[in-house]
């Protein structure tokens, strides 16, 4: 169990912060329109939570809100993450990706990851004000 806490507090850590959304998605994957987002090389700070099943990628039914299955495996490779409301933009948002890094917590590299949107978040974080594009809140 604290390996699995540790995983989480990892890759929540990494999710801390956000440069640029954008409209990188994998083929099959079109983005959707007016979703590219650039801050000019500007971090952001976010927030951001552990994602997915204890023990893989991914929305546990496997296709999450976007309907993308085996985030597990390229193009993907198990880095998704779910947006709030104005970053899933009613499924627009589907497969567009942003650059985050945790550079404040010991488990951190300090090194920026890309994280494809696959799924919506619900629950209370869903409508916060800092949750703008730009943001990932978790």
Not at 17 to 43: D, E, F, H, Q
Not at 108 to 123: A, H, K, L, M, R
């Amino acid at each position: 169990m604290g390996s699995l806490a540790n995983n989480i507090m990892v890759v929540g850590a990494v999710l801390a912060a956000l440069v640029v959304g954008g409209s990188c998605g994998p083929p099959k994957v079109p983005p959707g329109p007016n979703i590219t987002t650039n801050y000019n090389g500007k971090w952001l700070t976010a927030r951001a939570t552990w994602y997915g099943q204890p023990n893989g990628a991914g929305a546990p039914d496997n296709g999450g809100a976007c309907g993308i299955k085996n985030v597990n495996l390229p193009p993907y490779s198990g880095m998704t993450a779910c947006g709030n409301v104005p970053i899933f933009k009613d499924g627009k948002g589907c497969g567009s990706c942003y650059e985050v890094r945790c550079k404040e917590k010991p488990e951190c590299s300090g090194n920026p990851v890309t994280v494809f949107i696959t799924e919506v978040c619900g629950g209370r974080w869903r409508h916060r004000a800092d949750g703008n594009p730009g943001q990932v809140v978790g």
